[in-house]
């Protein structure tokens, strides 16, 4: 079964929107990592107040999920009007998320080709060609 859920960027507040947004619908964050917590290239030169932002956090609604993250100037991100958001769509096998990561990305802009990532999912993050933003996920069984 396929499974679309909401990502949003914002530029140096998840944190605080977050908080406000647990605190209207309840409920305990399935996810919440900052840039200092998960190891990547490039982490050493980001700034102690950069390393406190977000990197990804995920509040359980109901029966989806909404999820989001701090994009960084510093790690290259622009703010532009449209690309605080990400359509994430879940899958049920990786052969499933490498045809629509294959098909979607064609034309697009990779950001993020698809592949294992730290937090152990396999995972892809992109524009399409229409410039939509996209991130592709499997999460492995446990």
Do not use: C
Not at 37 to 65: R, V
Not at 78 to 103: C, M, P, Q
Not at 112 to 118: S, T, W
């Amino acid at each position: 079964m396929i499974k679309i859920n909401p990502y949003l960027n914002f530029f140096g507040n998840a944190e605080l929107v977050f908080d406000f947004y647990q605190s209207i619908f309840g409920g305990e964050f399935a996810s919440k990592m900052k840039f200092k917590d998960m190891p990547f290239e490039g982490q050493d030169k980001m700034s102690e107040e950069s390393l406190n932002k977000i990197m990804h956090i995920a509040l359980p609604i109901g029966n989806d999920i909404l999820m989001g993250s701090d994009s960084l100037e510093e790690r290259g991100h622009e703010h532009i009007e449209g690309n605080n958001f990400h359509i994430t769509v879940n899958v049920d096998s990786k052969e499933e998320a490498d045809r629509i990561y294959n098909l979607l990305s064609a034309g697009g802009n990779i950001s993020l080709p698809i592949g294992d990532v730290p937090w152990g999912d396999y995972f892809a993050m992109f524009s399409d060609k229409f410039g939509i933003y996209w991130m592709i996920s499997y999460t492995y069984p446990k």
